[in-house]
């Protein structure tokens, strides 16, 4: 009798369930990269719940005409609280979002906080909108991508998906990787190089050659907190400089103005030399 190899089940650290009139939309993603590796192995689940299965009358309607008039039409409470409920019984309760403009704005921490949730159910929203009692009555919390509007919440899931399942342990291969990275401590990430060492006159900086790990640690904390400063100093508000890095901001400030001197030195000597005829 041949014997059946026992082959272990893995409970996914994050189960997402996607509510959507447009499943079919994650279809590449779900399956591509470290992403899908991530899901055939396991580590994360993904889940889809179409409200159109839960839509109204023959024709399955899940959108009505707004109160007060207007433009477009709006999508309405009963099939998400419906689809909702559907996947509550199939697979248990979960932390609902409402993916929306009007949510707050997703951050690296926010991200952190949901990739400790085992289940987030993700409610895309579509056409005009949707009635308001979708995100005050049945979702937990709104969340936003951006300061902008988007035909559908497919895409800002998508967003969410990918931003979380990088910090679950496992998915990028490296655990270092996630902590380094833009936003994981409040700074950018510092700049990096590859080879070749010179491209089209641009070289790679020698102290990433010098082969002193502290060294370059070190180079690489101080281009972080200054990238940081030149690129995003709204950053600065939410976790301030360390000693540290005031030094190297006052030091930065002070080439800067020296450089600046010599730029307007060299500006005026240009302008006050003969001009040759």
């Given at each position: 009798?041949?014997?059946?190899?026992?082959?272990?089940?893995?409970?996914?650290?994050?189960?997402?369930?996607?509510?959507?009139?447009?499943?079919?939309?994650?279809?590449?993603?779900?399956?591509?990269?470290?992403?899908?590796?991530?899901?055939?192995?396991?580590?994360?689940?993904?889940?889809?719940?179409?409200?159109?299965?839960?839509?109204?009358?023959?024709?399955?309607?899940?959108?009505?005409?707004?109160?007060?008039?207007?433009?477009?039409?709006?999508?309405?409470?009963?099939?998400?609280?419906?689809?909702?409920?559907?996947?509550?019984?199939?697979?248990?309760?979960?932390?609902?979002?409402?993916?929306?403009?009007?949510?707050?704005?997703?951050?690296?921490?926010?991200?952190?906080?949901?990739?400790?949730?085992?289940?987030?159910?993700?409610?895309?929203?579509?056409?005009?909108?949707?009635?308001?009692?979708?995100?005050?009555?049945?979702?937990?919390?709104?969340?936003?991508?951006?300061?902008?509007?988007?035909?559908?919440?497919?895409?800002?899931?998508?967003?969410?998906?990918?931003?979380?399942?990088?910090?679950?342990?496992?998915?990028?291969?490296?655990?270092?990787?996630?902590?380094?990275?833009?936003?994981?401590?409040?700074?950018?990430?510092?700049?990096?190089?590859?080879?070749?060492?010179?491209?089209?006159?641009?070289?790679?900086?020698?102290?990433?050659?010098?082969?002193?790990?502290?060294?370059?640690?070190?180079?690489?904390?101080?281009?972080?907190?200054?990238?940081?400063?030149?690129?995003r100093p709204d950053l600065l508000l939410k976790v301030p400089p360390t000693p540290e890095?005031?030094?190297?901001?006052?030091?930065?400030?002070?080439?800067?103005?020296?450089?600046?001197?010599?730029?307007?030195?060299?500006?005026?000597?240009?302008?006050?030399?003969?001009?040759?005829?």
């Open positions: 009798m041949r014997r059946v190899r026992n082959v272990p089940e893995f409970t996914p650290q994050v189960t997402f369930e996607l509510v959507t009139l447009f499943p079919e939309m994650f279809d590449g993603l779900l399956t591509a990269s470290l992403l899908g590796k991530a899901i055939a192995g396991g580590l994360l689940a993904v889940e889809r719940t179409n409200p159109r299965d839960f839509g109204l009358g023959r024709h399955r309607s899940v959108d009505d005409t707004p109160y007060g008039g207007g433009p477009g039409m709006i999508l309405r409470a009963e099939p998400m609280a419906a689809a909702l409920d559907a996947l509550t019984t199939a697979r248990g309760p979960a932390h609902k979002i409402l993916l929306t403009p009007q949510g707050r704005l997703l951050d690296q921490a926010k991200v952190r906080e949901l990739a400790a949730r085992p289940r987030i159910a993700l409610v895309c929203g579509r056409y005009e909108g949707f009635d308001d009692r979708v995100g005050s009555v049945l979702c937990d919390e709104e969340l936003s991508i951006g300061d902008y509007v988007m035909a559908g919440g497919e895409l800002a899931a998508a967003v969410v998906i990918e931003a979380v399942a990088r910090l679950i342990p496992g998915v990028l291969g490296c655990g270092l990787s996630a902590e380094d990275e833009s936003f994981s401590n409040g700074r950018l990430e510092y700049p990096q190089w590859t080879r070749p060492a010179e491209f089209q006159g641009h070289t790679v900086p020698a102290v990433l050659s010098s082969g002193d790990h502290a060294v370059v640690a070190r180079w690489r904390r101080r281009e972080s907190f200054l990238r940081t400063v030149q690129r890095e005031a030094r190297w901001h006052s030091e930065w400030l002070s080439q800067a103005q020296i450089q600046g001197t010599n730029d307007a030195e060299a500006s005026d000597d240009s302008v006050s030399a003969p001009q040759k005829r």
